[in-house]
């Protein structure tokens, strides 16, 4: 068995795999995740439906500064959808 350690930060449920690591981990591989912090229920920014009515333009903005157009335009991408979507349909 191959172990690999590498710390990431993980963008809308994405772990992206260095770029030295790739080449290795082609296959299905088990993924332990050790986090630091976990967030609780109390340290999550409750938002108002207020504020999110006044200020939505701005939450969606910062959301969208993390799209990697690179990644959604990839083959890789599709090859990620198509077994997501073999897996939940199966």
Known sequence: MLTIKFEVDVN???IEIPE???EKLT???KVIALVDKAPTQEAMVQ???EYIEKNWRDMIA???SHYDHAY???DQYMLDRGRQ???KYA
Do not use: C, N, P, T
């Open 12 to 14: 809308d449920g994405v």
């Open 72 to 74: 959604y335009k990839s």
């Open 85 to 87: 979507g073999a897996e």
């Open 20 to 22: 030295k690591y790739k």
């Open 62 to 64: 910062q959301s969208l």
């Open 47 to 49: 938002y108002s439906d």
């Open 27 to 29: 296959r299905h591989i």
